[in-house]
Nanobody
Framework: QVQLVESGGGSVQTGGSLRLSCVASKYTYYMAWFRQAAGKEREGVAAISHGSDGTTYVDSVRGRFTISRDVAKNTVDLQMNSLKPEDTAMYYC??????????????????WGQGTQVTVSS
């Protein structure tokens, strides 16, 4: 089991930026960020593979968000720019083995952090 701890959430105005960070207790092949807005299902935002050579994003954030990781430090970051009110959600870090490949399906991820809140006001 992997323990994941997120940080970096907060409140910003539309167009602002935030950087989320997650530290894992040990190495995992894939790491990802998910989000869940009030009354909605959990949604995959971005995922990254071991060597950072593979990344994937949900269409709504592509070009605005960037996922990155430091394998040596077991960390994954999510740089969020040009934030919109619809980005408001609880953001979760997640980790997965190499069983399912690079994916944003939550079922593929076995370990989850507690979440960090992101609020974007108009």
């Amino acid at each position: 089991q992997v323990q994941l701890v997120e940080s970096g959430g907060g409140s910003v105005q539309t167009g602002g930026s935030l950087r989320l960070s997650c530290v894992a207790s040990k190495y995992t092949y894939y790491m990802a960020w998910f989000r869940q807005a009030a009354g909605k299902e959990r949604e995959g935002v971005a995922a990254i593979s071991h060597g950072s050579d593979g990344t994937t994003y949900v269409d709504s954030v592509r070009g605005r968000f960037t996922i990155s990781r430091d394998v040596a430090k077991n960390t994954v970051d999510l740089q969020m720019n040009s934030l919109k009110p619809e980005d408001t959600a609880m953001y979760y870090c997640a980790a997965a083995s190499d069983t399912y490949g690079l994916t944003l399906r939550p079922q593929a991820y076995s370990d989850w952090g507690q979440g960090t809140q992101v609020t974007v006001s108009s």
